[in-house]
Each structure stands twice: as structure tokens, then as C-alpha cells.
């Protein structure tokens, strides 16, 4: 979990590779409707994002065990995801700062959430605490950030 650029794709598919869990891309479960609001630069409302959260929720209900990666930036989202999903969910939230997510943003391409929507997602961020997630910083590298939530998992 975490804002547009954090990296949730990548890590999703290096723990996946690693763990042998498939992993689903939560963007993939967003609306057409949700896409060309996001596209035209649009923030999403909690009444966009209810119906892709049930969404997600249902992918974990049907495919567990499985790693998706979705923002889910508020701490009523990530109840909403618990709840059903109907079974235990761990959150991994990658972190990082404004400006290195900005970069991040900025070099990709191909994808439809513009770096103009990065201050509503840091605005709508409630970070959650140490009982709610694990919370890992995106500064360190791809394999250092895996290897350090495989070991916070086990």
C-alpha cells in the first residue's frame, strides 16, 4: 500500500517471484470511469474508490493466498479491504518522501495517474501505525526493501 509512484508494482512482483504468490495490480480493478477521472487529473472521492476497494477485498476473498498492490491510503479503506476480504490481511506500507516518489513519477511512463494527483494522494495518506501495517522506507533498493518485508513477515 502507499501513494501513486511508491513502487507497490514492483515490490508486489519481487515478492511474488519470491514468495510464489501471484500478484494482482490493483489499478487493473479501477473503473473505466475511475481511469479518465484519474487521466484528466481528477483526485478520486471516497464514492469513487468504495466499489474498487470492494473489488479488491473480493480478489483477496478469491484468490488467497495473493499479494495486491492498492493505494489503500486511508485507515477506513484498509478496514473496508478487511472486511471483505474474510480473513486475515497483512498491509505493507511503502514509504517514502514527496520528492522521491515525485522522481519516480516523473521518469515512468505509460501509466494513466499524472504527477499532478501526488499531493491529493499525499493529502488522503493516513499512515498507519505499527499495529496496522508493516511500514517499510522506499529509499533502500529493490532487493534490500524486499528482503527487509520478508523478514518483517516471518
Sequence with gaps: MGVSGCGKSSVGAALSARLGIPYVEGDALHSRQAV??????VPLTDDDRWPWLDRVAQVLHDRAPVILGCSALKRAYRD????????????????????????????RSGHYMPLALLDSQFAALEPPGPEEAITVDI????????????????
Design 139 to 154: 529509499a533502500l533498493g529493490l532487493p534490500e526493501l524486499v528482503e527487509t518485508i520478508l523478514s518483517r513477515l516471518s
Design 80 to 107: 473496508r479491504i478487511r472486511a471483505g476480504a474474510g480473513g486475515p490481511v497483512t498491509f505493507v506500507h511503502l514509504s517514502g518522501s514527496r520528492a522521491l516518489i515525485a522522481a519516480r513519477m516523473a521518469a
Design 36 to 41: 479518465a477521472k484519474m487521466r484528466a487529473g
